[in-house]
């Protein structure tokens, strides 16, 4: 009876599970001072999303950031919302909020948007762009992002 009963929840886990339930990003662009936009710092990001639906996405984030020569590794949560305008290319929004380590480890948050450019069903160009806020140090940063999307 155990096993029977443990074959029917898992049997309900993987039902509630959409058909394109893997779906991720990887992004890599540049990082910088709000205040000084002339120097450039490089940054990489990705996602692995759940898809509650079509154009609303949760999951969690990480990459590596180099800030002022000193390298970080940003853990978050995610959100991501494709808004309601357009077939082939998407605006979308996006946010994360999370933990950087690193030598000066501390709390962030980033708040951005950009274009979701469908290549077809299952994939799709991203230009993002943003701002991020550190804790600790209380300076603001801008990224620029490009990177692919994969809904598989």
Request: glycine share 14%; proline share 3%; hydrophobic share 45%.
């Amino acid at each position: 009876m155990k096993k029977f009963l443990t074959a029917i929840l898992f049997a309900i886990a993987f039902a509630a599970i959409p058909a394109n339930a893997f779906t991720m990003d990887v992004q890599g662009g540049v990082v910088n001072h709000v205040s000084e936009l002339s120097k450039f710092n490089m940054s990489f990001y990705g996602h692995l999303w759940y898809p509650i639906d079509q154009m609303l996405f949760v999951g969690f984030g990480g990459g590596y950031q180099e800030l002022d020569n000193v390298g970080y590794v940003p853990l978050s949560g995610s959100l991501w919302v494709r808004l309601p305008f357009g077939r082939q290319v998407m605006p979308v929004a996006t946010g994360d909020i999370g933990y950087m380590i690193g030598e000066r480890h501390q709390m962030f948050w980033r708040a951005g948007g950009g274009l979701d450019i469908k290549n077809g069903d299952y994939s799709s160009i991203l230009l993002m762009a943003g701002y991020q806020y550190l804790h600790h140090e209380g300076r603001g940063f801008v990224y620029l992002h490009a990177g692919i999307l994969v809904e598989i």
